[in-house]
């Protein structure tokens, strides 16, 4: 009879009747739809679980370009810059948050674990080591000392900055910014003279800016020729000087490398000037690698390359001489950094200097220790172990 309840079901409001299938609610395949157990409304995902979709899709992005762009395109430079710790924290703090989203969370987490691990990898997480051979390697040691100097004791006190020097007792030094500085022009210094007085029986070799200093025997200078006006001397001068370098029945060529800056501490971003610098150096810096790898692949002896490189990312993204060795200082997880360690109001971040060895060259030693005094770089110290030509394969020489 119509308008006549059945008894056991409930009238609703409207007068429709309700079905037991709908007293019951949704059905038990739309409850588990999205696996979570809830009903449709659970499917839309809130404010903030859209927003870690989203970053975490970002920085996936912007981790592919990195790999992709660094050393390859000028402007991107500017992301170059950033230090390589960001890698790790960026995506530990999505990961930090993601249990908080809880739709996504079981196929997000893995995600960022994977971005976590690339980025890592790329930033030089880790236990470092020193590559090469055996540490007890037989041949001729070698202590070599490194470092991007600051303008040669501009600011410093002479007698403390030669000191410093002189207290390393390397037997190659190879060090960078032999130069001053006034306004937007470097200044050619000749401290010739002091360098022979303080280091007596040491071969002295200048190219441009960069000063090796030897005790063993020099057996050839590579020098670019230049026009000897002007700022020529520094601006079209090498920026990977070698130097064959007796050690033991063996020739070594010694490549003291400082690359240049990418661009000015100080200087405005949003001037056409910044930008305009920007290309310049990243123009400079590409041709200086290609004419350092031109002439490591045409060199016939064992190679080492040190020095200011200029980019976190060296020995990663940017491959300064295809089939070298690069070496780590320590054995810690965390990378190694060498800058700044002073002059600027900043955290020691980044790993600016670096070390590359060819062919069976071993580095039982190396690590970044002092010149804070005096640089805003940390000095690099090598020990070096150049294998005997009959130990190693190699015929032994007599030039």
């Known amino acids: 009879m ?3 309840q059945v008894p056991g079901t409930p009238m609703p409001t409207s007068g429709v009747p309700v079905t037991d299938g709908d007293a019951a609610g949704p059905s038990p395949g739309e409850r588990a739809a999205d696996g979570t157990g809830e009903g449709p409304r659970a499917r839309r995902w809130c404010r903030g679980t859209r927003l870690l979709v989203g970053a975490t899709g970002v920085w996936a992005l912007l981790l592919v370009l990195h790999v992709l762009l660094a050393g390859r395109w000028w402007l991107w430079l500017l992301v170059e810059a950033v230090p390589p710790l960001t890698l ?3 995506p ?45 390697a037989d041949g001729t040691q070698v202590r070599v000392f490194a470092w991007s100097t600051d303008y040669w004791q501009m600011d410093d006190d002479k007698q403390d900055f030669y000191a410093f020097l002189r207290s390393q007792d390397a037997d190659v030094y190879l060090l960078q910014e032999y130069l001053y500085w006034e306004g937007d022009d470097p200044v050619r210094i000749d401290d010739t003279a002091r360098l022979h007085k303080e280091f007596p029986g040491y071969h002295v070799s200048v190219e ?15 020098h670019r020729r230049v026009p000897d006006t002007g700022t020529a001397w520094y601006r079209e001068g090498s920026k990977a000087q070698r130097t064959d370098i007796r050690v033991g029945d063996r020739t070594v060529s010694f490549y003291n490398v400082h690359m240049p800056v990418p ?19 990243y123009d400079w810096r590409d041709r200086e690698l290609d004419a350092l790898r031109s002439d490591l692949a045409d060199n016939p002896h064992p190679a080492v390359l040190t020095g200011d490189f200029n980019s976190p990312w060296t020995g990663s993204l940017l491959d300064p001489a295809p089939g070298t060795q690069v070496h780590s ?6 990378p190694a950094r060498s800058w700044p360690v002073s002059d600027y109001p900043l955290p020691r971040l980044w790993r600016l200097d670096w070390l590359f060895t060819t062919e069976d060259l071993a580095v039982p030693d190396y690590r970044f220790a002092g010149g804070g005094d005096f640089s805003d770089h940390a000095a690099q110290e090598i020990r070096l172990v150049v294998p005997d030509p009959t130990a190693s394969g190699h015929p032994k020489e007599t030039r």
């Open 92 to 136: 530990l703090l999505l990961l930090a948050v993601t249990p908080l989203a809880r739709p996504v969370r079981r196929w997000l987490a893995p995600v960022l674990v994977l971005l976590l691990l690339a980025g890592a990898h790329l930033a030089g997480f880790g236990p470092g080591g020193t590559g090469g051979t055996s540490t007890g």
């Open 88 to 90: 790790v924290a960026v």
């Open 208 to 222: 441009g800016e960069l000063l090796t200093l030897s005790r063993l025997p020099v057996v050839a200078e590579h």
């Open 329 to 334: 200082p320590g054995s810690g997880v965390l």
């Open 263 to 281: 661009f000015q501490v100080g200087d405005n971003p949003l001037s056409g000037r910044f930008y305009r610098f920007l290309q310049d150096q």
């Open 2 to 4: 119509a308008g006549t």
